[in-house]
């Protein structure tokens, strides 16, 4: 499954690489982070780590495909 999740502000280098397995793009007033995420718990972790690195997640969303 791919996801993507929009993180608000621009991430520094030192935050996108706490994400190696995610791609990530900058976009007006947002960080996009993409990729294949293999299961729930892979998810959830996702998101915890944003949480620890105090990010803001807008939007969390499976992509088709």
Do not use: I, K
């Not at 960080?31 to 939007?59: F, I, K, M, N, P």
Request: aromatic share 4%; hydrophobic share 40%.
């Amino acid at each position: 499954m791919r996801y993507e999740l929009r993180v608000d502000g621009q991430m520094s280098d030192m935050l996108t690489n706490a994400f190696p397995e995610l791609d990530s793009v900058v976009v007006p007033h947002q960080t996009v982070l993409s990729g294949q995420v293999v299961d729930e718990e892979h998810r959830y972790g996702l998101l915890a780590r944003c949480q620890s690195l105090g990010l803001h997640v807008l939007e969390m969303q499976r992509l088709p495909g």
